[in-house]
């Protein structure tokens, strides 16, 4: 009975498993690379095409990837990155 929709345990999911792995790794290892964001990107197209993403679920689940990516890197450029996945989902649409 009215559990969490997809989108929503995939933004959890996804926020969950940023913040903790990617922080730590960012953290302790190395910096991300534009490659790194650059596939980051990519999963997240992928995340929001399984789930079939209305545009509201697209930007929610964006802007979460957005939030932790920015707490890695103060530099992130969040409209380079949106434009990544922007471009990813209509080259595969």
Request: hydrophobic share 45%.
């Amino acid at each position: 009975m009215g559990g969490p929709g997809p989108a929503k345990l995939a933004v959890y999911f996804l926020g969950f498993m940023l913040d903790s792995s990617i922080k730590l790794w960012y953290n302790i290892y190395m910096k991300m690379t534009r490659q790194h964001f650059q596939a980051l990107a990519t999963m997240t197209a992928d995340i929001i095409v399984s789930i079939n993403a209305t545009k509201d679920q697209c930007i929610k689940i964006t802007d979460e990837v957005i939030a932790v990516c920015k707490e890695a890197n103060p530099k992130f450029d969040a409209d380079r990155f949106e434009t990544w996945i922007q471009d990813i989902l209509i080259n595969n649409s």
